[in-house]
C-alpha cells in the first residue's frame, strides 16, 4: 500500500484543514504517514497543494504520481491533472468550480450542498471532503468519527454532531458515485505521533531546559515560536515576541547571561539583523541557540519556498573569528535530538550553535511510533548557589587548559560577573595589550575547537558498506536521497552520506574513502553553487564533481531525484 493525495486550491479555502485533518487520520489508524505544503505569500488567492503520503511501509518523502487530488479551485485540475497515476482520481465539486468533467476518474461531490443539507453550514464543505477522501480509498469510517469527536470536543454536541453527519454524507457519497476507485488500504494498526520540524525543534528545545525564547515572526521559522508559545506555561517558559530581530537575539543573550537557556528563531533576512548580536555572543563566550530558517533569497526572496542557500552565512556570519557549531537535521527526529545536543554544546562550551532548516523540513510531517527520550542529555554547566558562592574569587573569562571558564550567574553569590564587548581580560574589563588579545583568542578558539570536534559524529552511511556509488548530501534533502537509495538498491551498488552535524567537521574522517575508493559521487544539494560541496573541498581537500541541484524554491520529489542520478549511471 502506498497512495498520495494532494488538496489543491486558493488560500483561504481550507487545504491545510482538509490535509491536517487526513494526516491525522491516517497516522490514527496506523499508517506511516509523510505531508509536504506548498503555498504561497498571500492570504487568500493563489495556488497552494497540501499533499500526503500514506503507506504500511516507512516513507520519508513525496512521490510525484498522485492517486487522489482533491480540486478545490479550477487550477488544481489544469496543474495536477497530468500527475495522476493510472488509476488516479480527482474529486472537485462542479457546482462550484462551475464546470463539469465527463471523465470517468472524476468524482462530482457536492461538497457545499451535502454540508449544508447534512451539516446545517457551508463551512463543513472541508469536513465532506474528508470524508469522501476516506470513502474512495475504501477505509472504514471509525476513526475518522473518533477524530471528529476529539477535534471539536471544546465546541459542545451540535457542533460534534453536525460534523459527523457531514463526514458520514461524504463517505456515503464516495462509496456509492465513485464506482471505479479500487483503493486497496491495509487494516488499522497501533496509532502512530505525527510531527513537523518545527514541533520537533520546539519539542526539543522545551526539552532540553529552554526558559527563555525571543522572536520576531518571519517564515518558516514561526512554527517554532508558535510550539514554544504553546508549550510555554507547561515547561515554564518565557516567550517574548520582540520587536525585530535585533532586540530578538539580545534578549535572548541578556537571559541566558542571567543563567537561563535561551534561543531565538528567524530566517534568512532575520538573521542579517543578528549578525552583531551573533559576534556579541562569541566575544562574551554566552551560551546561545539559534534556530535559522532558511528560505530562497536574496532580499525577501520566495518567503514561502524552500532553500539550502545559508550554509555559507550561517557560517561566516559575525566579525571575528571565534567558535560555532552548525548542525541541520534531516528529519524532525533528528531535530529533536540536535536540538538537545545544540543546547548541551551551547552551554558546555559557552558558544553559539546554529540549527539549519528550511521550509520544506519545517513544514513538512512525518510519522513515528516515538522518540527514545532516554538519550536525552540534561547537564547544568553553571556554577550554582553554595557552589558559586565556595569560590575565593570569581573571573568571568579565566584561563583554562579546555579555553572553557567557571559559568557563574550573576546574583548567585557576592561575586561579580562581569564581561565587556570589547576586548577584555579575565577578569572581564577591556584591554588594550597586544599579549591579553592573544591569550584570549586562543582560548576562545584554539582550545575550545579540538574540544568541539570531538563532540561531533561522522555522517551517516545509508547503503552498502563498500559503495561503487555515493550520494552526499545534507539537512533536509535527507529523506528524499535516502529513498532514491532504497530504489536503486537493486542494480546498483550505492549508499548516502547523509550530514546533519555539518560544522566543525568530525575528527572522524573515515568517510572519505566511501568518497575516494566510488566510481562515482553525486552531491545533491537545495542551492544553485553545491555550497556544501565547497565546505567539504575546504575541510578534506576533496572535490565533488557531479551535482544535482535544485533552486526553484520547490523541494525534490522522489521520483525526480530517482531520475537524475539515474542520468549519471547509464
Known amino acids: 500500500m502506498d497512495y498520495s493525495i494532494k488538496i489543491g486550491g486558493e488560500a483561504g479555502q481550507g487545504i491545510q484543514t482538509v490535509g491536517e485533518t487526513l494526516s491525522r487520520l491516517f497516522a490514527r489508524a496506523g499508517y506511516y504517514v509523510f505531508t509536504h505544503q506548498d503555498y504561497e505569500s498571500r492570504i487568500r488567492g493563489g495556488h497552494n497543494f497540501y499533499q500526503i503520503r500514506i503507506s504500511d511501509k516507512p516513507?520519508?518523502?513525496?512521490?510525484?504520481?498522485?492517486d487522489i487530488l482533491v480540486a478545490l479551485d479550477r487550477e488544481s485540475i489544469i496543474q495536477h491533472e497530468r500527475e495522476l497515476s493510472p488509476t488516479g482520481h480527482v474529486l472537485y465539486d462542479s457546482s462550484y468550480?462551475?464546470?463539469?468533467?465527463?471523465?470517468?476518474?472524476?468524482?462530482?461531490?457536492?461538497?457545499?450542498?451535502?454540508?449544508?443539507?447534512?451539516?446545517?453550514?457551508?463551512?463543513?464543505?472541508?469536513?465532506?471532503?474528508?470524508?469522501?477522501?476516506?470513502g474512495m480509498l475504501g477505509m472504514k469510517p471509525d476513526i475518522m468519527y473518533e477524530l471528529i469527536k476529539k477535534t471539536f470536543k471544546k465546541k459542545g454536541s451540535e457542533v460534534i454532531e453536525a460534523n459527523l453527519r457531514a463526514s458520514e454524507a461524504g463517505y456515503n457519497f464516495a462509496r456509492e458515485h465513485c464506482l471505479t476507485c479500487s483503493f486497496m488500504v491495509s487494516g488499522f494498526e497501533s496509532p502512530k505521533m505525527l510531527i513537523t520540524g518545527n514541533e520537533a525543534i520546539g519539542a526539543g528545545a522545551c526539552a532540553s531546559g529552554l526558559k527563555f525564547y525571543s522572536a520576531y515572526p518571519m517564515t518558516p521559522s514561526t512554527g517554532i515560536l508558535n510550539f514554544v508559545a504553546d508549550k510555554a506555561k507547561e515547561f515554564g517558559i518565557v516567550v517574548e515576541q520582540a520587536e525585530d530581530e535585533i532586540a530578538a537575539i539580545n534578549m535572548a543573550l541578556g537571559a541566558s547571561f542571567a543563567g537561563v537557556r535561551a534561543m531565538t528563531g528567524t530566517s534568512g533576512g532575520g538573521f542579517a539583523l543578528m549578525v552583531e548580536g551573533l559576534s556579541l555572543?562569541?566575544?562574551?563566550?554566552?551560551?546561545?541557540?539559534?534556530?535559522?530558517?532558511?528560505?530562497?533569497?536574496?532580499?525577501?526572496?520566495?518567503?514561502?519556498?524552500?532553500?539550502?542557500?545559508?550554509?555559507?552565512?550561517?557560517?561566516?556570519?559575525?566579525?571575528?573569528?571565534?567558535?560555532?557549531?552548525?548542525?541541520?537535521?534531516?528529519?524532525?527526529?533528528?531535530?529533536?535530538?540536535?536540538?538537545?545536543?545544540?543546547?548541551?554544546?551551547?552551554?558546555?562550551?559557552?558558544?553559539t550553535v546554529i540549527i539549519l532548516t528550511d521550509q520544506y523540513l519545517a513544514d513538512s510531517q512525518w510519522s513515528y511510533t516515538g522518540f527514545d527520550l532516554s538519550r536525552l542529555k540534561y547537564i547544568d554547566y553553571r556554577l550554582r548557589n553554595g557552589e558559586f558562592r565556595a569560590l575565593e574569587s570569581y573571573k568571568r573569562h579565566a584561563f583554562t587548559e579546555t579555553g572553557v571558564s567557571p559559568l557563574g550567574v550573576p546574583g548567585d553569590s557576592e561575586h561579580l560577573v562581569v564581561t565587556d564587548s570589547d576586548e577584555h581580560d579575565e577578569e572581564g574589563h577591556i584591554i588594550e595589550d597586544a599579549e591579553t588579545r592573544i591569550k584570549m583568542v586562543e582560548k576562545r578558539l584554539f582550545r575550545k575547537m579540538p574540544l568541539i570536534q570531538r563532540e561531533i559524529e561522522p555522517p551517516k552511511l545509508y547503503g552498502v558498506l563498500e559503495p561503487e556509488i555515493v550520494l552526499t548530501c545534507w539537512g533536509s534533502t535527507y529523506g528524499i536521497v535516502r529513498e532514491v537509495v532504497d530504489e536503486l538498491s537493486n542494480k546498483f551498488k550505492i549508499t548516502m552520506l547523509h550530514f546533519s552535524e555539518l560544522y566543525p567537521f568530525s575528527n572522524d574522517l573515515r568517510w572519505t574513502e566511501k568518497i575516494e575508493k566510488a566510481k562515482v559521487t553525486i552531491n545533491i544539494e537545495q542551492n544553485a553553487t553545491s555550497q556544501f560541496a565547497k565546505l567539504i573541498r575546504m575541510e578534506t581537500g576533496i572535490e565533488l564533481k557531479n551535482h544535482i541541484n535544485r533552486f526553484d524554491g520547490r523541494p525534490f520529489t522522489l521520483d525526480e531525484l530517482k531520475e537524475r542520478v539515474y542520468a549519471y549511471l547509464r
Open 59 to 66: 516513507i520519508t518523502a513525496s512521490r510525484t504520481p498522485i
Open 97 to 134: 468550480l462551475k464546470e463539469k468533467y465527463e471523465k470517468a476518474n472524476f468524482l462530482d461531490v457536492p461538497l457545499f450542498d451535502l454540508a449544508i443539507k447534512h451539516g446545517g453550514s457551508k463551512i463543513m464543505a472541508n469536513t465532506v471532503a474528508v470524508g469522501a477522501v476516506v
Open 281 to 351: 555572543a562569541g566575544m562574551t563566550e554566552t551560551p546561545l541557540v539559534i534556530a535559522l530558517a532558511q528560505r530562497p533569497g536574496p532580499a525577501t526572496g520566495l518567503p514561502t519556498r524552500t532553500e539550502q542557500a545559508d550554509l555559507f552565512f550561517a557560517l561566516f556570519a559575525g566579525h571575528g573569528e571565534f567558535p560555532r557549531v552548525l548542525f541541520a537535521p534531516g528529519s524532525p527526529e533528528e531535530a529533536f535530538f540536535l536540538t538537545n545536543k545544540a543546547f548541551d554544546l551551547a552551554e558546555k562550551y559557552q558558544i
